[in-house]
């Protein structure tokens, strides 16, 4: 069974500092990752996404993720947060068939001046 | 290309009432899935279509829920009768095939039960 842990619902960073978002995995055979934002009143929109390629991924507005197999891990970063990164991140697993995703609970990213 | 759109936005009803969510996948994608998301939880899959046929429903909470997707292109969710543990944000995504990876999201449609 597929499931994933996101940890921390709200993150609190300043324009300009780190962003760093968790996500944990449990998958039985080979995960496939994706993050997804959430901007109000707009649907999922894809971040970034690994299928087994390299294991540094890069997306769209200069996040990124690392699928880190022993630590079962694919955080999300960004090294410089800007306000209008201030969204709702939805962490997301899938296998082989790629029919569901399994998603976290999601971290609401607040970005202060 | 328009993306995956919803209807309506926002739905507010009366439990035991009956109510009926609308999806219209991107155009000529035959994969067609519908997603809810509880009081802030994490979304969960209800099911997934491909063309009209339904490849797998296993997320569908019990029968009051009933997918359609006439004819393979937009598909409804009638959840009759609605009760109160049914509300929350229901989310539909297609993808053209399923060797694509990606989903693409609806904004979603705000289901409130009272």
């Known amino acids: 069974a597929q499931s994933v842990t996101q940890l921390g619902s709200h993150v609190s960073v300043s324009e300009g500092a780190l962003v760093l978002l968790r996500c944990n995995y449990s998958?039985?055979?080979?995960?496939?990752l994706f993050w997804y934002v959430q901007y109000p009143n707009q649907g999922l929109q894809l971040l970034l996404k690994y299928t087994s390629a390299a294991t540094l991924v890069k997306g769209i507005n200069g996040f990124e993720a690392e699928f880190k197999k022993s630590e079962t891990s694919f955080h999300l970063t960004k090294p410089s947060a800007h306000m209008s990164d201030a969204a709702e991140y939805f962490c997301?697993?899938?296998?082989?068939?790629?029919?569901?995703?399994?998603f976290g609970s999601g971290t609401k990213l607040n970005v202060k001046p | 290309e328009a993306g995956v759109t919803q209807f309506p936005s926002h739905s507010v009803i009366e439990k035991g009432q009956t109510v009926t969510l609308r999806c219209d996948p991107i155009s000529g994608h035959d994969n067609l899935y519908w997603y809810r998301r509880v009081m802030g939880k994490e979304i969960k899959f209800l099911l997934h279509f491909v063309k009209e046929s339904k490849q797998d429903e296993s997320g569908m909470p019990n029968n009051r829920f009933l997918a359609e997707r006439t004819g393979g292109t937009y598909s409804t969710l009638k959840v009759q009768p609605a009760e109160l543990e049914d509300s929350g944000v229901y989310f539909c995504?297609?993808?053209?095939?399923?060797?694509?990876?990606?989903?693409?999201f609806g904004p979603g449609t705000r289901l409130t039960v009272t």
């Open positions: 997301a697993v899938s296998v082989y068939n790629f029919n569901k995703f399994y």
């Open positions: 995504a297609s993808s053209q095939d399923l060797g694509e990876y990606e989903q693409y």
């Open positions: 998958s039985s055979v080979p995960p496939y």
